[in-house]
């Protein structure tokens, strides 16, 4: 299983990013895909996932009403819109993927990462 983010970069407090995620390999072993993401000095923290049908199984509370997770099966990809971003929300992002949405989210597969800064 591979993952590529993209979408990442710089933008200022208040505004909005889509990071993408594209997915190969086992279909299987992408059924529930998800992003966390980790801040300089801080605990990699789970932002959302969605499972195969499109239902979002999890959103952290630090980006409820703010943070959208989608994916479109067909070309392989997962996206999280981010409006209303904040210098809190600075962070590497990372795109997930695993057979099943847990709880607390857990994944196998990673992606490289993209850099989310936020002033």
């Known amino acids: 299983v591979q993952l590529v983010e993209s979408g990442g970069g710089s933008v200022q407090a208040g505004g909005s990013l889509r990071l993408s995620c594209v997915g190969s390999?086992?279909?299987?072993?992408?059924?529930?895909m998800g992003w966390f993401r980790q801040a300089p000095g801080k605990e990699r923290e789970a932002v959302a996932s969605?499972?195969?049908?499109?239902?979002?199984?999890y959103y952290a509370d630090s980006v409820k009403g703010r943070f959208t997770m989608s994916r479109d099966n067909a070309k392989n990809t997962v996206f999280l819109q981010m409006n209303s971003l904040s210098p809190e929300d600075t962070a590497m992002y990372y795109c997930v993927a695993d057979q099943w949405c847990s709880t607390p989210p857990s994944f196998q597969y990673w992606g490289r990462g993209t850099q989310v800064t936020v002033s």
């Open positions: 969605i499972d195969r049908g499109g239902g979002t199984t």
């Open positions: 390999g086992y279909t299987y072993s992408r059924n529930c």
